[in-house]
């Protein structure tokens, strides 16, 4: 069985579509209220890091096994162990809400990575939107 060596798998986190992230930067830049502003534009949905790779893993049929890497986890207090946006100020603003729940996205994502025609324009060497 194949493993993926991981650190600490329970910090959660407020993961977004990338088409939810867009649609939400279009809604703001349209709303004169929102101009001067501090928005999230958060799915307002908490999940931890070991429950989004246990979904990952359903979603792509695999029996890859998680494990806990000492190596790999972060020197005390160093670790963000909640990241929870709340969206209420924009669907306030604009009366935008993301459109994909996590397992939507994320299957998306599995999607599009698994087309070789789209792994093929992938940089893992360069951070872009």
Known sequence: ???IKLGDASPTRDFNY???TCQGFLALANC?????QTVNIASNYEISVGE?????RELMGSEVEFIT?????????SEVFRLWGDNAKIRELTGFAP????RAGLQKTIDWFTQPHQLAKYKADLYNV
């Open 18 to 20: 990338v088409e939810d």
């Open 1 to 3: 069985m194949k493993q």
């Open 69 to 77: 890497d000492e190596q790999r986890l972060r020197p005390g207090k």
């Open 32 to 36: 004169d209220a929102a101009v001067g």
């Open 52 to 56: 989004t790779l246990n979904i990952i």
């Open 99 to 102: 459109q994909h729940d996590i």
